[in-house]
């Protein structure tokens, strides 16, 4: 009964994506029918068609090789040191009337302030790395230093009491606590992390780059192309997002959140 | 060296739960805290494990003392056994664990985690916890909410017999319980804390155990000193 019934459902779930992206690629299909200019909206077929000559280059897969590097890159550097920060900030008080304050004002800075200003100073194939990086790291420590707040003081005073030793306490308490506040952060700061790094390469047009692609594609009126560049960044958007569920899903069942 | 509370004052604010409370506690046997709840008596022995600073006095008698503790609540790890929770106290020891799991009566239970347990089943881990650390002062808070008679029996004589030579504080509002395990019984009211009559069972577990009219004696002399007065 089981498999047959989740086959079922798994079968109407992607009934229901195909049924949502039919309805929407016609919806575009008549868009660019009536305004029908290329140059403005092209057509998907064109789009497609672009996409596939795109694909068919060694070009396309060192270009996406490269931003998909430096975004990951910027994405696990964010959240170490947003890891690395929330620890500090909460054990101490020093560093919490230093530290916080900053990481606060980076969080509400808009994105493109930093794009511009970090041109300045860092050379242009590393800065989408620095801008990701700025990305993640508020995420990663707002959620982390909550999660650490919330820890149950019962059981703490229950570790300090049976002398269970600080790294137990670190393992056994504070871990799996913050496990559940660790895991929504990654997860919603993924996309935040793609989204940054793509724009801080429009900005900065490293010489490879998924966004200089874009921008380029942009300057010689490549409408199509810039619509298949942005196709791969939300497919692969997708696919990380889909990858770091399941790795989570495989780690919150070990720490039951 | 016994454990004594020295002139201990604290308070929580506008609230005074010590106002130069001052006890001396025999070194070895169960002593039975009876009062109603907000008394204070649970901070009193958290002043014990420094969870509570008085903001003045002394305590004397707990240096460089191991001391177990059953919480008012479980304060169970969530997310890791039974066994688990007994062993993070005793350097992981898993035999150990296993064997006071046992000895409460949760044989086949050890690698369930808390949330797949009952009530009373999460009580006695707190207490097989408790008692896998061996401590050098025991200290029970309503340790026996959600345990029926029979397993409070069986848990009390385990207590017995690993405590013979040392102390256990032991907080309750139940006279029977208090009737069947104490050696002495301090009646408490507050806050302010204080104690208002003393009381001692000289009757040992199995005298008890034999002659339920020891017993039912005990409890009366607890029920008849703390009668509900309407004030």
């Not at chain 1, 800075?109 to 194939?125: D, E, Q, R």
């Not at chain 1, 660790?182 to 801080?200: M, R, Y």
């Not at chain 2, 739960?17 to 709840?37: Q, R």
Request: with cysteine; hydrophobic share 50%.
């Amino acid at each position: 009964m089981m498999p047959s019934t989740m086959r079922n459902k798994n079968n109407s779930k992607i009934l229901k994506i195909l049924v949502s992206v039919i309805f929407w690629l016609a919806v575009w299909q008549i868009i660019s029918m009536i305004i029908d200019k290329v140059l403005l909206v092209p057509s998907p077929l064109t789009v497609l068609a672009h996409l596939y000559v795109l694909l068919a280059t060694v070009d396309f897969w060192q270009i996406t090789a490269t931003s998909l590097w430096r975004i990951m890159l910027g994405f696990v550097l964010g959240t170490v040191f947003g890891v690395a920060l929330a620890v500090l900030t909460s054990t101490s008080k020093i560093a919490d009337t230093l530290i916080s304050p900053v990481v606060r004002v980076v969080r509400a800075t808009p994105v493109v302030s930093f794009i511009i200003l970090a041109l300045v100073w860092i050379h242009s194939s590393s800065l989408p790395i620095f801008i990701v990086f700025l990305m993640v790291l508020p995420v990663l420590w707002s959620n982390v230093t909550a999660g650490i707040a919330d820890t149950d003081k019962q059981l703490l005073e229950m570790a300090r009491v049976f002398h269970i030793g600080r790294l137990k306490t670190v393992m056994k308490v504070y871990v799996p606590s913050v496990m559940p506040y660790f895991l929504a952060a990654c997860i919603s700061s993924i996309g935040l992390a793609w989204k940054s790094g793509i724009a801080a390469e429009v900005i900065a047009s490293p010489r490879i780059a998924m966004g200089t692609e874009m921008q380029n594609a942009k300057i010689y009126l490549e409408t199509p192309d810039v619509f298949a560049w942005t196709i791969v960044v939300i497919i692969l958007s997708l696919i990380i997002e889909k990858i770091l569920v399941k790795l989570f899903k495989k780690v919150s069942i070990k720490y039951d959140v | 060296m016994s454990l004594s509370f020295d002139h201990l004052n604290l308070s929580f604010g506008e609230r005074t739960v010590l106002n130069d409370f001052s006890l001396e506690l025999p070194e070895s046997g169960v002593v039975c805290f009876f009062g109603a709840s907000g008394c204070g008596k649970t901070t009193l022995l958290h002043t014990i494990t420094s969870l509570v600073k008085p903001q003045s006095g002394n305590i004397s008698g707990i240096g460089g003392k191991k001391i177990s503790v059953v919480f008012q609540e479980d304060r169970l790890l969530p997310w890791i056994s039974a066994k688990q929770n007994v062993s993070v106290v005793c350097r992981g020891d898993e035999k150990l664990a296993e064997e006071w799991l046992q000895k409460v009566g949760l044989a086949g239970e050890e690698d369930k985690r808390p949330e797949q347990l009952s009530g009373g089943m999460k009580r006695r881990v707190a207490i097989a916890r408790a008692l896998a650390y061996d401590g050098d002062i025991l200290i029970l808070d309503e340790p026996f909410n959600g345990l029926d008679t029979n397993m409070e029996r069986t848990v009390i004589s385990h207590i017995k017999e690993q405590y013979t030579d040392k102390l256990v504080l032991f907080i309750t509002h139940d006279s029977a319980e208090a009737a069947f395990f104490a050696d002495e019984v301090y009646l408490l009211s507050g806050p302010p804390l204080f104690v208002n009559k003393k009381l001692q069972f000289s009757a040992s577990i199995s005298e008890r155990l034999a002659d339920s009219s020891i017993l039912e004696k005990y409890q009366a002399s607890i029920e008849s000193l703390t009668l509900p007065k309407n004030d």
